[in-house]
């Protein structure tokens, strides 16, 4: 061997191994047990950053690990290739969005194979392959006869920059997620899929999974939002009525206002004859639509100069307002206000000098006027609120909504915050939504002969707007039923559709169908699932969705398709610019700047450059780093060790120079030791009892924290092996723990883990060699410290057997010479001997 492992030669050499042996295809039919490890699948933007880096490394070792634990491993790799910046990319390039996602691909393809994922290439895909998108139609057809498909005007989330609809998962406070642009409220056509026929199933199911993190639990459960509540109605001063829902109605009798939804029936019919109303709608239309955004936005209403008679007092009139917070996607786009126990109300009500009543004390304050910019939102006992007072809130809303069902005029009842999900978009790269419109038959499923029903490829992005709607020919069909002239639907699936059921295609991909039931099933579901948690709502609540809805079709039976689920932390890099004025900055990236102690210079003009916060890598702040030079530079081990020993997987890693270089030099540490194999026993074959156990017990932790996806753990465990076998004398104890060595870290270095297999004369490939063996002697400590006090202070410590009797401990303590010095010839007044832990000599 080398004295240097030579990282550049042995990457190249080992990746072409593992190539032409397909060493990590999956295999179906294996009598082995299966194990499905998938990390979410990367969007072919150009090049991969550190970021998938540090996700696909995690994903690997445990996919590595549980093959040399004798499992069938499946670890495939796709493409989500569909979406918006494709589209921009021709506008701005002039390139099809199918070349430019396929370059993109095979750049990105190159550059995983180049760090040496362990991946199941033979199963690869694209979200825009034909092949897939056509038997995801199909999947949509199959939904469409299950009736869990349909089309419907509706008020939705427009972006004017991408000219799409967004689903209210892709709205970020009040921007399209991916334009940034501020996004209006249309009225449109859209096919939506009924998400909300699951939502207790959604709910419920959180509860079976143990091994999803807990936060992301309840953000699934805050936006499902399942809310036991009252629904009743109001009598209005102009003889109609308005119904509203509360999961407040032990708060009654702390009512101000009424507010309506610029969209309801009401505001609808008042603006019909008001130009003030239906300019005032029209500003709410065109403000915030997210939660987050409603909350922070400044609320505003417009008084009706209706009134509301309070359902215990018809004498209580309350005003009844349309107000900018108030949604009609939320309940049923009516809320009566309390403005003392929530704090959206209160702000409206300050604003708008409306009452403000206390109902509910926490026992400090009963009074009815309520002051304080704070609403108090706690538990607690009602007061001013007549037959009430005195219940705590629980019994407070049991009476009402008896009380209402008694009156007839309200209904306990459950709501949901979930809306069924749109699917429809407005723009060409995405899957053609198979359905054809005739004026006579109405929208008719397109004939399955006829999947897929393939995007055309002459098409212009000159204008903006989707082309399909321009195109000459491909739009125009004859309908299916009755053969009459009619149109194809222009509008294409949301992305979000193409993730929903990429992971069953991954498991199994016949011809003739999306996928083989008893096949996907002997995969299914994912046992280790890893991404990112800004897919915790977005992503994985539409995967979940769509696999019910195959068990409800009877294509599936699992519920659930990710049993495990990771949710890593980003990777972080320091962030340089200038300000330029009127909010305005230039960033520049890492090799832009030359850095000296906590200031920055650009390299171009030598002038100053702010050195600002570390943050996510991102290219519009351009703080990311390519990977693809620092691989050549210091080898694919290099990189993969220092993505998993710096920081828990679960949080942040900020990149930096001197962390890689520290992997660099552990990685030829470990070659050095490899290399001295052949000298590791030398002339002394006796064994080394202590390194044995450290041996053991570092296979053994190792093996845990892979499981535990603690790489970090794992990695300071190894090093801690390394010094102890530096530090060892030549012994058939040492040489073993090198030999063993090579496996150990095979799943996290694998290419000089194959270099040193090979040369130490190691059977096959280490990629297919088993995880060492422990020996359970050898994992238990049978030697421990003891501490030594005099008068309760720690003067020295020992060694013994471990289960040593009390008066050997006593006798080997009393002797040390620290302690002989401490007594000074005296006599201990008294000797306490905690087994194993502890003397205490009272002198």
Not at 389 to 418: F, H, P, Q, S, Y
Not at 570 to 586: A, C
Request: aromatic content about 10%; some cysteine.
């Amino acid at each position: 061997m080398a004295s240097r492992f030579n990282a550049l030669k042995a990457d190249a050499a080992w990746q072409a191994v593992w190539e032409e042996r397909r060493t990590f295809a999956a295999k179906d039919d294996s009598p082995r047990p299966k194990s499905y490890v998938l990390e979410m699948f990367p969007y072919p933007s150009g090049k991969i950053h550190m970021g998938h880096v540090r996700n696909y490394t995690m994903g690997d070792v445990l996919a590595r690990f549980r093959r040399m634990k004798g499992m069938e491993v499946l670890h495939p790799m796709g493409w989500d290739a569909f979406g918006m910046p494709a589209e921009n990319a021709a506008m701005e390039k002039g390139v099809h969005p199918g070349a430019w996602t396929y370059q993109n691909i095979d750049t990105m393809r190159s550059q995983l194979k180049r760090i040496g994922f362990g991946l199941d290439w033979s199963r690869e895909f694209a979200t825009c392959d034909p092949e897939y998108y056509g038997h995801q139609q199909a999947l949509f057809l199959d939904m469409v006869e299950a009736g869990l498909v349909y089309r419907k005007e509706s008020a939705v989330n427009w972006d004017p920059v991408d000219m799409t609809v967004l689903a209210n998962e892709q709205v970020i406070d009040g921007k399209g997620w991916r334009s940034g642009a501020v996004v209006e409220r249309r009225k449109l056509s859209q096919w939506f899929l009924k998400i909300t026929d699951f939502a207790d199933e959604l709910l419920d199911g959180l509860k079976e999974l143990e091994h999803w993190p807990d936060k992301v639990k309840l953000m699934q459960e805050n936006w499902i939002g399942k809310s036991q509540g009252l629904q009743f109605r109001f009598a209005l001063s102009d003889g109609g009525e308005v119904e509203v829902f509360t999961t407040r109605p032990d708060t009654i009798f702390g009512a101000s206002f009424v507010a309506v939804a610029a969209d309801h029936p009401l505001a609808l019919k008042l603006a019909e004859g008001n130009p003030e109303v239906a300019a005032f709608a029209d500003k709410c239309r065109a403000g915030g639509t997210s939660a987050a955004e409603i909350e922070t936005q400044e609320k505003l209403g417009y008084d009706t100069g209706l009134t509301a008679a309070h359902p215990f007092d018809p004498d209580w009139k309350l005003p009844v307002y349309i107000a900018n917070f108030v949604l009609m996607d939320y309940g049923v786009g009516a809320v009566f206000g309390v403005p003392a126990h929530d704090q959206r109300d209160l702000d409206f009500a300050r604003k708008y000098d409306l009452q403000v009543r206390r109902v509910v004390s926490d026992g400090a304050e009963e009074a009815p006027e309520f002051h304080g910019d704070e609403a108090y939102t706690g538990p607690g006992t009602l007061v001013n609120s007549h037959f009430l007072n005195g219940m705590d809130v629980v019994d407070a809303k049991r009476e009402v909504i008896e009380r209402a069902e008694e009156g007839g005029w309200g209904t306990g009842t459950t709501v949901w915050r979930l809306r069924d999900w749109g699917v429809s978009r407005q723009r060409y790269w995405g899957t053609p939504i198979p359905i054809i419109h005739c004026e006579t038959c109405g929208p008719v499923p397109v004939p399955r002969d006829q999947l897929p029903v393939k995007l055309p490829e002459d098409v212009s992005f000159d204008i903006p707007g989707n082309p399909l709607d321009r195109h000459a020919t491909w739009k125009h069909v004859d309908c299916p039923k009755c053969g009459k002239a009619a149109r194809r639907e222009t509008d294409t699936l949301d992305t979000f559709v193409d993730s929903s059921w990429y992971f069953i295609r991954f498991a199994s991909q016949p011809d003739d169908k999306p996928f083989d039931k008893a096949v996907a099933e002997q995969w299914l579901p994912v046992g280790q699932y890893i991404g990112g948690v800004e897919h915790a709502i977005l992503h994985l609540l539409y995967a979940r969705f769509w696999t019910r809805a195959l068990k409800h079709m009877g294509k599936l039976d699992i519920a659930e398709p990710f049993a495990g689920l990771f949710t890593q932390g980003m990777v972080t890099h320091e962030t340089y610019f200038r300000d330029e004025g009127e909010g305005r900055r230039s960033w520049f990236g890492p090799d832009d700047v030359e850095i000296s102690g906590k200031t920055g210079t650009l390299k171009a003009d030598g002038q100053p450059v702010t050195v600002g916060r570390v943050e996510k890598m991102s290219k519009s702040k351009k703080n990311t780093v390519d990977p693809g030079p620092i691989v050549e530079q210091y080898g694919a081990d290099a990189v993969r060790w220092f993505m998993l020993s710096d920081s828990p997987p679960e949080r942040d890693l900020e990149w930096s120079e001197a962390g890689i270089e520290g992997a660099w030099r552990f990685v030829q540490r470990l070659w050095r030791l490899f290399d001295g194999l052949d000298e590791a026993q030398g002339d002394d074959a006796a064994e080394d009892r202590a390194l044995d156990r450290k041996l053991h017990q570092t296979i053994a932790g190792v093996a845990d924290d892979i499981e535990a996806l603690s790489f970090n753990k794992a990695v300071a465990k190894l090093y801690e092996l390394v010094n102890a076998i530096e530090k060892a004398k030549p012994s058939a104890s040492r040489a073993n723990a090198v030999r063993t060595l090579i496996r150990i870290v095979a799943p996290m270095a694998p290419h000089i883990a194959e270099e040193a297999w090979a040369e130490a004369g190691g059977d096959g490939l280490v990629a297919d060699a088993e995880w060492p063996e422990v020996d359970p002697a050898l994992i238990v400590e049978d030697e421990v410290t003891i501490a030594i006090q005099v008068n309760g202070k720690l003067r020295d410590t020992i060694t013994m057997p471990k289960g040593a009797p009390k008066a050997d401990v006593e006798a080997a303590a009393l002797a040390t010479d620290k302690i002989v010095r401490q007594l000074d010839g005296k006599a201990p007044r008294k000797v306490i001997v905690v087994p194993d832990r502890l003397v205490n000599v009272v002198a």
